[in-house]
């Protein structure tokens, strides 16, 4: 018997019994359909990541407190001095802003809400890429001179304001009253980023509000991608050398953040993918299951078969085959199946579901695995049986 003769008959075989090779595959197709899913998903997601992280550009770093070698932020640590000094003597550093964060309560003509508040200069407007809606991003002059104006965020501005042009109304920050200058243009963010409402004032007014000169970190851009980390060294290289505090100052990298949630979502795809992949092993168990009781049921075929000359290797090659076949069948039904979720749930997650032709070949690959894994014993104890004692059944 030639191997199509053989596919032919497990074909024959499957279509005699549709009920029960359909319950013995649908392991085999939970499997397949959730490795792919999953998979597809995790890349989808990870795309998404890394195109919502760019967003913030690629080229920024921040530089802080060493935290890990034991250092404590103190009164003193960044001076807004640090930024323009760091700007002027390193060629690499397009931008610098010093910032300041505080959670502050802000009342408008229409809501009163809670509200981060950001203290910083203009550069971290460039920085960050943002455009205004309406109005302006405040300027250098307007923190020289401590003016109280403030740029909303188009979440905040509505909230605070209405769905109006709030430019030239007075918003009043924890009892602080400033005028609104410009407002963000909204930035759709679907891993939500941009989650909490934010005003942006000079650095100047904050510390006038808060009376205290705190500043929490300083916000870089280098003038290129391949400048990052050597602006990174000399930025943190000026500030130990300004305030002598050896090993004091550390910086990051927005590509090295991307780098660590790349990394990180990879682990949990393969973790997931693992789990998904242990029905597979249920589904093959049940393979091997089903021909076993195949075995026992043609037991007298497989003595005529013998009888009329099959080898015990063709008999083996018959029934490793049924195996194979069942699998592969199961396997096809399981990427349509996964690909079809993968592309459902994408969908309403409004991100792209990426189904790479190896992850297709990689289902059809340990779907045919696991037909001949788990239909080995089976295949070898039919080859295995008497002819005389299988034609007395």
Same mark, same amino acid.
Request: glycine content about 10%.
């Given at each position: 018997? !030639?191997?199509?003769?053989?596919?032919?008959? *497990?074909?024959? #075989?499957?279509?005699?019994?549709?009920?029960?090779?359909?319950?013995?595959?649908?392991?085999?197709?939970?499997?397949? *359909?959730?490795?792919?899913?999953?998979?597809?998903?995790?890349?989808?997601?990870?795309?998404?990541?890394?195109?919502?992280?760019?967003?913030?550009?690629?080229?920024?770093?921040?530089?802080?407190?060493?935290?890990?070698?034991?250092?404590?932020t103190r009164l003193g640590d960044f001076r807004e001095v640090d930024a323009r000094v760091i700007k002027q003597v390193v060629p690499?550093?397009?931008?610098?802003?010093?910032?300041?964060?505080? !959670? &502050?309560?802000?009342?408008?003509?229409?809501?009163?809400?809670?509200?981060?508040?950001?203290?910083?200069?203009?550069?971290?407007?460039?920085?960050?890429?943002?455009?205004?809606?309406?109005?302006?991003?405040?300027?250098?002059?307007? !923190?020289? =001179?401590?003016?109280?104006?403030?740029?909303?965020?188009?979440?905040?501005?509505?909230?605070?304001?209405?769905?109006?042009?709030?430019?030239?109304?007075?918003?009043?920050?924890?009892?602080?009253?400033?005028?609104?200058?410009?407002?963000?243009?909204? +930035?759709?963010?679907?891993?939500?980023?941009?989650?909490?409402?934010?005003?942006?004032? %000079?650095?100047?007014?904050? +510390?006038?509000?808060?009376? #205290?000169?705190?500043?929490?970190?300083?916000?870089?851009?280098?003038?290129?991608?391949?400048?990052?980390?050597?602006?990174?060294?000399?930025?943190? #290289?000026? &500030?130990?050398?300004?305030?002598?505090?050896?090993?004091?100052?550390?910086?990051?990298?927005?590509? +090295?953040? &991307?780098?660590?949630?790349?990394?990180?979502?990879?682990?949990?795809?393969? =973790?997931?993918?693992?789990?998904?992949?242990?029905?597979?092993?249920?589904?093959?168990?049940?393979?091997? !299951?089903?021909?076993?009781?195949?075995?026992?049921?043609?037991?007298?075929?497989?003595?005529?078969? &013998?009888?009329?000359?099959?080898?015990?290797?063709?008999?083996?090659?018959?029934?490793?085959?049924?195996?194979?076949?069942?699998?592969?069948?199961?396997?096809?039904?399981?990427?349509?199946?996964?690909?079809?979720?993968?592309?459902?749930?994408?969908?309403?997650?409004?991100? %792209? %579901?990426? =189904?790479?032709?190896?992850?297709?070949?990689? *289902?059809?690959?340990?779907?045919?695995?696991?037909?001949?894994?788990?239909?080995?014993? %089976?295949?070898?104890?039919?080859?295995?049986?008497?002819?005389?004692?299988?034609?007395?059944?």
């Amino acid at each position: 018997m !030639n191997l199509w003769e053989s596919v032919t008959v *497990a074909l024959e #075989s499957i279509r005699s019994n549709k009920l029960r090779s359909f319950l013995t595959t649908l392991g085999i197709v939970i499997g397949i *359909a959730a490795v792919i899913c999953v998979v597809a998903i995790g890349q989808g997601g990870r795309a998404m990541l890394m195109q919502e992280m760019e967003k913030f550009g690629t080229n920024i770093f921040y530089v802080f407190v060493n935290f890990r070698e034991g250092e404590s932020t103190r009164l003193g640590d960044f001076r807004e001095v640090d930024a323009r000094v760091i700007k002027q003597v390193v060629p690499e550093v397009k931008y610098m802003a010093p910032v300041r964060y505080s !959670n &502050m309560t802000l009342r408008g003509n229409q809501n009163e809400s809670s509200a981060q508040v950001v203290g910083t200069t203009a550069d971290f407007a460039r920085i960050k890429n943002f455009n205004t809606s309406w109005g302006r991003f405040f300027s250098e002059d307007d !923190n020289a =001179v401590g003016r109280r104006v403030a740029v909303l965020d188009g979440a905040l501005a509505i909230d605070l304001f209405g769905r109006g042009n709030p430019v030239g109304e007075r918003v009043v920050i924890n009892g602080n009253p400033a005028v609104v200058v410009g407002v963000l243009e909204e +930035q759709e963010s679907v891993l939500g980023f941009n989650s909490q409402q934010t005003v942006y004032v %000079p650095l100047s007014f904050l +510390q006038q509000v808060t009376r #205290s000169n705190f500043i929490h970190e300083l916000v870089g851009s280098a003038a290129s991608k391949e400048d990052v980390y050597r602006a990174m060294d000399r930025a943190t #290289s000026i &500030m130990e050398r300004r305030h002598n505090a050896p090993a004091h100052y550390t910086a990051h990298s927005m590509e +090295q953040e &991307m780098q660590s949630a790349n990394k990180i979502t990879g682990i949990m795809t393969l =973790v997931i993918s693992f789990i998904a992949g242990i029905s597979l092993v249920v589904g093959g168990i049940g393979v091997m !299951n089903i021909m076993l009781v195949s075995v026992t049921e043609r037991t007298r075929e497989i003595g005529i078969r &013998m009888a009329l000359g099959a080898r015990r290797k063709d008999i083996l090659v018959q029934f490793l085959i049924e195996s194979v076949v069942l699998c592969v069948l199961g396997g096809i039904i399981g990427t349509m199946l996964g690909y079809g979720g993968a592309l459902l749930i994408a969908k309403l997650a409004h991100w %792209p %579901p990426l =189904v790479s032709w190896w992850t297709v070949l990689v *289902a059809f690959g340990f779907s045919a695995a696991v037909g001949v894994f788990f239909g080995i014993y %089976p295949a070898n104890k039919a080859s295995k049986l008497d002819p005389i004692e299988a034609l007395r059944r």
